[in-house]
């Protein structure tokens, strides 16, 4: 017998947001925030993750409202930067990725670090007002975080921080809460990677869901 399942792309797409909201606790954040932790949540396919999910204080209104004035968004992976949805863009805002920029190889060894670390040189100029978006490498958020210690150095306008591992990435995040440079958000613990990062640019990119 053939299966039978759901057809319609628009209905799956409808009642799995509305899954979420029935079955996630969602009470602490404010509108902005519960439309990213819900993208997010969606992305994941994991009820339970707006526990690790915590933003600063504004940071989604400061986050798109850069947008909205063209920042660009800086992805510390490819995995990332192909994955933001074009058409959600406010202004058509550039979505860079340097990790395969010309010399990074050879700057990782003089820098004694990760390509993904030293990919984030290429963003030293241009991060006044950016969207920094790290959703693979602790080194990255780290370095990113060393860089900010520098008053010289640009401050971006938002960091959007889900690293995931086994190694770093919870210690980046937490370093990352610490501090707050800037208005960030973050998923606690070992939980991140490229599909919630891009779920949370996607989110504050458009309130459409």
């Known amino acids: 017998m053939p299966y039978e399942y759901e057809k319609n792309g628009q209905a799956i797409y409808d009642e799995s947001f509305a899954t979420i909201r029935r079955e996630a606790d969602l009470a602490r954040f ?11 949540i969606h992305a994941a396919g994991m009820i339970g993750l707006e526990d690790h999910v915590h933003f600063s204080p504004g940071m989604v209104a ?13 992805c510390d992976a490819r995995m990332v ?7 959600r863009l406010p202004v058509d805002n550039e979505v860079i990725c340097t990790l395969h920029a010309e010399g990074i190889y050879e700057l990782a060894k003089e820098i ?13 100029d241009r991060l006044g007002g950016a969207i920094v978006a790290i959703g693979n490498a602790p080194t990255a958020l ?21 690293p995931v591992g086994f190694i770093g990435a919870a210690e980046s995040k937490d370093a990352l809460w610490a501090d707050q440079p800037v208005p960030c958000m ?24």
């Open 142 to 162: 780290f370095h990113l975080l060393n860089m900010m210690e520098d008053p010289t150095c640009p401050r971006p306008a938002a960091i959007i921080g889900c």
């Open 186 to 209: 973050i998923v606690k613990g070992r939980l991140g990677g490229s599909a919630m990062t891009v779920a949370a640019i996607n989110a504050i990119a458009s309130r459409k869901e």
């Open 112 to 124: 004694g670090n990760t390509r993904s670390a030293a990919a984030l040189e290429h963003w030293r």
């Open 81 to 87: 930067s192909e994955g933001v949805t074009r058409p």
């Open 62 to 74: 400061a986050a798109r409202t850069a947008m909205e004035n063209g920042a660009p968004i800086f």
């Open 30 to 40: 404010d509108k902005d925030e519960e439309q990213v932790a819900v993208r997010m």
